[in-house]
Structure formats: structure tokens, C-alpha cells
């Protein structure tokens, strides 16, 4: 609680206050003017000695001093600004909140369990009407008791906490204690945050803002920087070896700190044994990289990890993924029945160039094409053909299903008029662009999964092919255009049919109307569109801390690794079970409604059906956030300082300055501090009145007895 | 001893108050005057001169040798034989009326009690027949009135107009009397001499070395010898009107000190070149200042 001045200008008064000290020093002397026949004798004796003693009646320069400081004080309206009370002084019932850091940070040097310490000590120092709330926090907060004043409570809810395998992150934590201060009817508020305080928790502009008067106390949990070893990234190549996949891990470790090099034991473990271990030479602040021999994938949703010796930091010491044998995309290549060369030969190569055999090749040409070879297809490519109406209901049923198809244009390419629906569009005349050097690619819509593996720098590129001949291409109203030349004609256009796609590519894929062929672009840019209308998707090896899968999406499942929902024993239509790597076991119920389930633990995780066990379910792997292991630190006050100090809004600022004026003035009227002191000070002006009389009648009466 | 004789036999009339209430300077001088010889044991008119003036009946006091037996077996009446021993001497008055002079802490001021003994002297003088003059200064001469036998009545009503007003000093004012004042005769001197010791000697010593008689009269007010006051004031300066603020109770020992050692040091130095000083206090009656000149008068009319 401060004092406060509604209208502190009139504190320049005080001034006032040498008025008295001047008449006494000054006035005084004029009007006891003493004649006397000669100085000569007085201005021999030290004129500064003189006038050090000059003031007689301190009694009354004090009166007349305070007196007029306090009616300029009392003009400067004066009160006791209780909105700013010090939350340090016992100025009634607080509301206390401790938010506990629980990252995975927390472990080093037991800083977890002197967090908790410190919790407990806070809890036991509560009074009487205080509440508390207790507040853990990693990338998320938690509420773990919200506003109570049952000490018990507290201090069991702390018996249940441990570190987790988050992250930090400051902000949803005083996020909460934002709301929990606002919502709260006692008049003060704190703030305990128990932390490491790393600095990779707080971004600055997290939009947290304490209410007015309260106050953060931090309590920082500081240790040494260990010497931190981590594994920063697992890479798996697969192989195809004599028609089996093998994969080859390859371990990025890191060390933090240290003094010296220092060999380290790399391990790997599949299935929850180690297979192989590793030696490497790590220097301080080192990195290395450690490849693993080959090893081969036979069991879908296998587990692996990699892991060195467990140091101060050990959520960081282990690498988890699931890896699963890959599955060929079929497709099914048809050329067009009259020509005489091979119409296909680049595109088939290229197919045909992998090193884990993603692609199984049927190559038919159109006046051999069977029925049958559409089952157990992925996907159709009709290069440079013509195709009659019989084929093309076919290939519509094949589509609507699920399946893929690429028609690329060419000089014998022919759709029946009945199967144009199925199409983005429709095919015209070939058009030569035989001006120059030819026509190139002018746009390619780089946010398609066609295009995005080229996004970003040297990923490849698609300017340096040459189009001297393209048909025109007329799109329909369903259609988009994924490529188009640099005259703005359509070179590549999608269209999404049943549950499968269709797609049109303008020019050839051989070197015929254009060099895209011999172009280093060529080969993964075939590859990418076979996957894409292939239906292919890249299995996540693991998630981090903080994600949430859906069990009901089977979309997220495949791309969680799921790979057999017969081996898994998972259908649409039973309850999962799924068990955390701590052992928890969260139920999802066979409803139509989504299954999330939240990855918040280091480890695998297991679904299944209840009471089951498949031979091999389905796992998910689950690394820490690797950002945690960065241990620099924020100065606390910086923190605080951006917590207790918004920037107003320019718009609201007059606002909230007319609300706080607002909120002063009314404080002012309800104290009502200046009327006590003008009482006071005209109380002081009357006893000066009386005693200066009295001083004066003294000084008299003195003066004749001297005459 | 005989000092405290004179202030019992004729304290009232030589009491400051009381003369205070006389207007007239003549009928002042005359009263004093004789109230102070009738006080006296020894009648101040002795003189040693052996030529006869004249018979005067003898009055209490007047020296019972003086008596003329002849004259009381002839006529059995006592009468005393009178000489004209200091008769037709130069006797002046140097008066400052500097504007220190006016200060006075009580009913007389000093230049009041300067004038009341400038006015009994001139009379007493005048009574012995000498050439009575009057010479008023302040840092120069104001008014001059030439020693004669005649001038009694114009040096009581110089002294009852004169006033102060000026600033004073007294080296200048001095060098032109000592011009001025040719024949030897008896100079008194009154002043409070706010000057320095040195710079009095220097200014007096000139009219000693004309061979003048000099006695001095150093005039002050009680409250300029004791500083009586309470409250701190500023002290302004009568000639100069400077001001200082002054915390009585703190300088007054300081003050009485210089006074003290300044009186000392004029009485000594004056006293080794022979002349006569008296320190007067305007609240005590004029007794002490008649009685001393009368002493020097003797003095010196013993050393002719």
C-alpha cells in the first residue's frame, strides 16, 4: 500500500515551506533593527558564527513548516493506493499459485524433488484464509488443485507428481494462473513459478498478462550444465536384398558440454533386444554419426531403439521407432497398340531404378489388356494410348474404388467422349511451341504432395525441360491445375473421382514432344506421382511429446505405422485399448466419435482390442522433444518483467488510463485523507498564532526590562 | 574620597536624570556648579597666584587659611582673600556631535551629557575668568566659537542647538583646531572616540605639542560598556548605517573584551604623553568628570 497523489502538481507547495525558514532568517532581523552608536568592536568578532545560530524559535519554524506542507499535501489529494499493495505485506487473504515445472529438465540434480520441497514449504506457509491452487506444467499446464485452502490436499497432490517427458513451455502456465487470479475475490495475488527457467520455454509473446497487483515469485532451480549426451535423430534406409527389405539405422549422437573426448557406447535394440552396440569417440560440444549393419525387416510394426548410457539427462539417451516391412505399389503401364517404338522406355526405367522396390510393373499395351490385371493394382498409367469406351467404364469403376490413374497425352492419345466425366478436363489438338527454344514449365503448385518434395532450394528443377508440343487442355469445374506452362496452358491437372484420382499430364513422358525425360528432375518426380496416385504414405517411425493421434482416423493410423489391421487385430468395429509406456491403460470405446489419444509419455505405446494379444499390434513410438535438452536459461525477472509490464493496446490505452484515473479518483474520495489535513494544519496555524504572540510578548516584556 | 563626598552632598543636583529636566544650560551650569563646590571641603578657587583679586565671604568649605585674620580683627566677619590665579587662561572645549554622539540607552544621551559637561565646565572656567571657547566637530568642525571672556553666552546656546548628525572622526577636525587654536591654553576634549587607540594619539598629540593642556572626557553609554541586549537583532552603525545580525548572549563577552582592552589601551597610551583621561558614564552623575578636571587644573596650575 503506497500513498498516492490524485493532483501531485500541487506538491510543488512544499516549496512553500522555505517561507517561514526565509522570515525567520531574513524578516526577523529588518524588523529588531538595533541602533548602536559603532560596530567597530562587533565586526571584529566572526561574522559566520553569527548567523549559524540565527533561528530561536524552532518550535515555530516547525509549526509554520508543517503546517504549510500540509496544505499542500492536502491540496494534492492525497491517498493510500491499496490497488498497488505490496503482496509481500500481510494485507489480508492471499490467493497463492504454484505452477511446478515437470519437464523432463527437471530431473538434473534432483531439481524435481526440490521443487517439490519448496512447494510443500509454501503450502505449510499459507494462512489462515489463504488459497491455493497447484499448477503443473510441461508444454501444457495442468490444474492439479484449483483454489483451495485444505493444506492436506495440497501437500498430497504433490505426493503424486513426478517428472514428465515434456518440454516447457511458460506460457499456458501463467496462462492458468492468470485465470485462476482473475477469478479470484481475495484482494491478493502470487505467483510461485518453481522452474529451471530454460530459455526455449518462453517465446516472449505469449499474450500472458497477470492481473494488476499481483505478484511472481520465482524460485529458480539452477544446476551446473551436465555433460549431456543425446541421440539427436535416427535415419533408417531400406534396401531390398534378393526380395527382402533390410533397413540400416543410422544414430545421430550429440554431446553437450564435457572437458574431454570420450568414447560412448551406442546400442540398438529391436524388440526390446539389443542386436548391436557401437563404439564412438565423442569431443566436448562433439557430434557424431553411427551406422548400424543392416538388419532385416521381416514383422510388421517392429521396435527399435537406440540408446546410450543413461547420464544426468536421461529422457534424451534414447531414440525409439517402429519401423514396418514396405509394400510395392502395383501399377499397371499401358502404351498404345500401334506404335512402333517403345513409348514407355524412360518411364518404365525410371520406375524400375529404386533400392527398396517400391514399384511392381505390369506393362500392357491397349489391344492386350485384360480385366483381371486391374485387381491387386494401385494404379493405371495409360502413356500415350488410346482407350475405348469398354476400357474406360473399367477404369471408372477402378478409380471410383480407390485406384490411381495418370493419362499423359501424346500423339495417339484418344478418351471416349461417354468416360469424360472422369477426366479434369478435355483434351484437345496438339500444339507445337516450336518458337525459340520451346515452351518450359511456368507454374507448379508446390503445396501439392506432388510437387512439394521440390519446394524447397536445389530439390530440383523443373525450368531447365524443354515442351515443344502439348495438347490443349480444356479444364472442367472440379479440376485443378497443379502445372501449367509459362503461356499459361495446362501441363498437369487432378481431379478426385470416387475415392480415387485422376490425373492428366498434357505432354509426354517420353522425349518425344519434350526433354523433361533427360532432365535429373525426371526419375523422382515419376516416382512421386506413381506414389501419389499409388495412394502411398510415408509411415511416421515415431511421434514426439505433445501429439495426439486419432485411433479412429484410419488415414492417421497408416501414418502412424499401421500397416496390417488384421495382424493388429484392429477393426473399425471393436474397443481399443491402449497401453502407455508407464503401463497406463486408457480404453477408447467403439463409437462413432474420435479416439484421440494423447502421446504424452517417452516410449511405445500399444493399441489392441481389450483383453487380447496380437502377435504383433500395433505400436507407436515416442521420443522427447529434443529442444528440452537446451539447457540455457532465462533470467527470471526478464520473464516477469513481460508478464507484469503489457504494452497497452494504442486503442485501449486512453481507456484504460481513464479507468485507472477512474479507479484512483474514487479511492481518493473514499479515504478522504486531505480533510485531516487541513484540520491539521489549521490547528498547527492556531497554536502557532498563539505561541508566536506569546514569543513576541515575552520578547517585549524582555526589552523594557532592559531599558 | 572625595568623590563619594561630592555624590552625597550634591547627587541630586548632579544626577543626568535630574539635569536632564533643565533647560536652561546656563541655570544647569550654575547649579551643578556650585552645588558641586559647596560639596567640597576645599574650595576650588584657591589660587597661588599672589595677586589679589578680591575679598569673598567665607563660605563652608572654602579653605579656614585662606581666611583674611586682618580683615576679621577690623571687621569680625571671616572673609577670605581671592587671587586671580588661573585667570585669563584659554580654556576650549572640543565637542564631536558625530552622529554617535546621539546614542543614549536611557533618558540622556551622550551628546546631552557631553553638552551638560561642556556647559558646567565653561561656566566653571568662565567663573575663573578665563577666555572660555567651544569648537564642535564631527569628521570636520561644525561650529567654532574663538576662546573669550565674552562668549560664555554664545557657547551655551551653541551647545543648546548643536545636534548629531554626521559621521565622525577625528584626525581631520583636530589638524584644523590645532590651526585655529594659536595661544596655549587648556583643551578638553569630549568624545566616545570610535577610532583606534593609535589613531587617537596621533590626532590629540598634536595639540599637545602645541603645548596645550589637554584632558580628555571619553563619553559612552552604559549599554555600549556592559551590551545589555537579549534578542538577536541587527545591529546597525548610527554613522554609517551598516548592518550586522548580532546574537547578543553569544558575542557580549567577546564585546566587553574589546571595549575593555580599547579603553585600556587609549587611557595608556594618552597617559604616556602626558595626557589626562577620564572614561565617563553618561548614567553616573558629572561629578567624577568636575572633580577630575579640577584635579588636572591644579596639576598643571602647580607645574606653572
Not at chain 1, 527382402?244 to 529391436?270: C, F, K, W, Y
Not at chain 1, 511392381?360 to 482407350?387: K, M, P, Q, S
Amino acid at each position: 500500500m503506497s500513498l498516492a497523489f490524485l493532483v501531485p502538481l500541487f506538491l510543488l507547495g512544499l516549496a512553500g515551506i522555505t517561507v517561514p525558514i526565509l522570515v525567520h532568517l531574513t524578516r526577523r532581523q529588518r524588523r529588531n533593527v538595533v541602533t548602536f552608536p559603532s560596530l567597530m568592536f562587533l565586526e571584529r568578532i566572526p561574522f559566520q558564527e553569527q548567523r549559524r545560530r540565527r533561528i530561536q524559535h524552532w518550535l515555530l519554524l516547525a509549526l509554520r513548516s508543517l503546517a504549510l506542507a500540509l496544505l499542500a499535501l492536502a491540496f494534492a489529494r492525497p491517498f493510500f493506493d491499496r490497488s498497488a499493495l505490496s503482496l509481500g505485506a500481510a494485507a489480508g487473504p492471499r490467493e497463492v499459485v504454484v505452477l511446478l515445472d515437470q519437464s523432463y529438465s527437471m530431473e538434473i540434480g534432483n531439481q524435481f524433488t526440490r521443487a517439490l520441497i519448496e512447494a510443500r514449504e509454501i503450502f505449510d506457509g499459507l494462512g489462515p484464509l489463504d488459497r491455493a491452487s497447484l499448477v503443473v506444467f510441461g508444454q501444457g499446464a495442468r490444474v492439479v488443485t484449483r483454489s483451495t485452502g485444505d493444506r492436506l490436499r495440497l501437500n498430497s497432490a504433490l505426493d503424486t507428481l513426478g517428472v514428465s517427458s515434456s518440454g516447457t513451455r511458460f506460457g499456458p502456465a501463467l496462462k492458468v494462473a492468470q485465470t485462476v487470479l482473475e477469478e479470484s475475490e481475495l484482494p491478493t495475488g502470487e505467483v510461485y513459478l518453481l522452474s529451471d527457467f530454460q530459455r526455449i520455454g518462453w517465446t516472449g509473446n505469449e499474450g500472458v498478462y497477470l492481473p494488476a497487483g499481483a505478484k511472481v515469485i520465482p524460485i529458480k532451480f539452477s544446476e551446473d550444465p551436465p555433460d549431456n549426451i543425446q541421440v539427436t535423430d535416427v535415419d533408417l534406409i531400406r534396401h531390398a536384398v534378393s526380395g527382402r527389405e533390410r533397413i540400416t539405422p543410422t544414430a545421430r549422437i550429440a554431446r553437450n558440454g564435457g572437458v574431454d573426448a570420450r568414447e560412448v557406447n551406442v546400442s540398438l535394440e529391436l524388440d526390446g533386444q539389443e542386436i548391436q552396440t557401437r563404439t564412438i569417440t565423442l569431443d566436448a560440444d562433439g557430434a557424431a554419426s553411427v551406422t548400424f549393419q543392416p538388419f532385416t525387416l521381416s514383422q510388421p510394426h517392429t521396435r527399435g531403439t537406440i540408446r546410450v548410457p543413461a547420464d544426468e539427462l536421461t529422457a534424451d539417451d534414447v531414440r525409439n521407432f517402429v519401423v514396418s516391412p514396405g509394400t510395392a505399389l502395383s501399377l499397371l503401364v499401358i502404351d498404345g497398340s500401334g506404335g512402333s517404338t517403345d513409348a514407355s522406355l524412360y518411364l518404365r526405367r525410371a520406375l524400375e531404378i529404386s533400392d527398396d522396390g517400391r514399384f511392381r510393373l505390369i506393362h500392357r499395351r491397349t489391344n492386350n489388356v485384360r480385366a483381371e490385371d486391374l485387381d491387386g493394382t494401385d494404379a493405371v498409367i495409360i502413356n500415350d494410348a488410346r482407350i475405348d469406351g469398354g476400357s474406360a467404364e473399367r477404369l471408372r469403376n477402378f478409380v471410383q474404388a480407390g485406384g490411381g490413374l495418370l493419362l499423359v497425352l501424346g500423339e495417339n492419345s484418344g478418351w471416349p467422349a461417354s468416360a469424360q466425366d472422369l477426366l479434369p478436363g478435355t483434351a484437345g489438338e496438339p500444339r507445337d511451341r516450336l518458337q525459340g527454344r520451346g515452351g518450359r514449365l511456368g507454374h507448379l503448385e508446390y503445396g501439392h504432395p506432388v510437387f512439394e518434395p521440390f519446394s524447397g532450394p536445389r530439390s530440383g528443377d523443373f525450368t531447365g525441360a524443354r515442351f515443344f508440343r502439348a495438347r490443349s487442355f480444356v479444364l472442367s469445374d472440379s479440376a485443378i491445375v497443379l502445372a501449367r506452362f509459362d503461356d499459361g496452358s495446362v501441363a498437369f491437372a487432378e481431379k478426385g473421382y470416387g475415392l480415387g484420382t485422376v490425373l492428366v499430364w498434357t505432354s509426354t513422358l517420353d522425349s518425344f514432344w519434350n526433354d523433361l525425360a533427360l532432365q535429373p528432375v525426371y526419375l523422382p518426380f515419376v516416382h512421386r506421382v506413381s506414389e501419389y496416385i499409388g495412394g502411398r504414405t510415408e509411415a511416421l517411425a515415431w511421434f514426439t511429446i505433445g501429439q495426439v493421434l486419432n485411433l479412429a482416423d484410419p488415414g492417421a493410423l497408416e501414418s502412424a505405422g499401421l500397416v496390417s489391421t488384421e495382424s493388429a487385430e484392429l477393426s473399425d468395429s471393436t474397443d481399443l485399448v491402449a497401453l502407455t509406456p508407464s503401463g497406463r491403460s486408457m480404453e477408447f470405446p467403439s463409437d462413432d466419435g474420435p479416439k484421440y489419444l494423447a502421446l504424452d509419455e517417452s516410449g511405445f505405446y500399444t493399441v489392441r482390442p481389450p483383453g487380447s494379444e496380437p502377435e504383433r499390434p500395433f505400436v507407436i513410438a515416442v521420443n522427447v522433444e529434443l529442444e528440452e535438452s537446451n539447457l540455457t536459461t532465462i533470467d527470471p525477472e526478464e520473464l516477469i518483467a513481460q508478464v507484469m509490464s503489457p504494452t497497452p493496446d494504442p486503442e485501449t490505452a486512453s481507456g484504460l488510463v481513464q479507468t485507472t484515473e477512474l479507479q484512483m479518483e474514487d479511492q481518493e474520495r473514499r479515504q478522504a485523507l486531505w480533510r485531516w489535513m487541513l484540520i491539521t494544519a489549521f490547528g498547527l496555524l492556531a497554536a502557532e498564532t498563539f505561541m508566536s504572540n506569546w514569543v513576541s510578548r515575552r520578547a517585549v516584556g524582555a526589552t523594557l526590562t532592559a531599558t | 574620597m572625595g568623590v563619594a563626598r561630592a555624590s552625597h552632598s550634591g547627587a541630586r543636583f548632579l544626577d543626568p536624570a535630574v539635569l536632564a529636566r533643565i533647560s536652561n544650560l546656563e541655570l544647569l551650569a550654575r547649579t551643578v556648579v556650585d552645588g558641586f563646590l559647596n560639596g567640597l571641603h576645599r574650595s576650588p578657587y584657591l589660587g597661588f597666584s599672589l595677586e589679589f583679586a578680591e575679598h569673598r565671604q567665607y563660605m563652608p568649605g572654602d579653605d579656614i587659611r585662606r581666611i583674611d585674620w586682618k580683615l576679621f580683627g577690623r571687621s569680625d566677619r571671616h572673609y577670605i582673600k581671592l587671587f586671580e590665579a588661573d585667570t585669563n587662561a584659554n580654556f576650549s572645549v572640543l565637542l564631536d556631535v558625530s552622529a554617535s554622539m546621539s546614542y543614549g540607552s536611557h533618558e540622556v544621551s551622550k551628546l546631552d551629557y557631553a553638552r551638560y559637561l561642556t556647559a558646567c565646565l565653561t561656566f566653571f572656567s568662565n567663573r575663573q575668568r578665563d577666555r572660555v571657547g567651544l569648537v564642535t566637530f564631527d569628521h570636520d568642525i561644525v561650529e567654532y566659537v574663538p576662546p573669550s571672556m565674552k562668549h560664555m553666552d554664545t557657547i551655551l546656546h551653541l551647545l543648546h542647538r548643536a545636534s548629531a548628525g554626521r559621521a565622525g572622526s577625528l584626525r581631520e577636525p583636530l589638524v584644523k583646531i590645532t590651526e585655529l587654536l594659536g595661544r596655549k591654553g587648556i583643551v578638553v576634549i569630549i568624545s566616545d572616540f570610535y577610532e583606534h587607540p593609535d589613531e587617537i594619539l596621533s590626532s590629540i598629540s598634536l595639540l599637545r605639542g602645541r603645548g596645550h593642556d589637554v584632558i580628555v572626557f571619553h563619553v559612552l553609554d552604559p549599554a555600549e560598556l556592559s551590551f545589555p541586549f537579549e534578542d538577536s537583532s541587527s545591529f546597525e552603525d548610527l554613522e554609517t548605517r551598516e548592518q550586522i545580525p548580532v546574537i547578543p548572549n553569544r558575542l557580549r563577552d567577546d564585546y566587553k573584551r574589546l571595549v575593555s582592552e580599547h579603553v585600556e589601551s587609549v587611557e595608556h597610551r594618552l597617559a604616556e604623553n602626558r595626557i589626562d583621561y577620564v572614561l565617563l558614564d553618561t548614567s553616573k552623575p558629572l561629578d567624577l568628570a568636575l572633580f577630575q578636571y579640577l584635579l588636572a587644573r591644579e596639576r598643571w596650575t602647580r607645574k606653572r
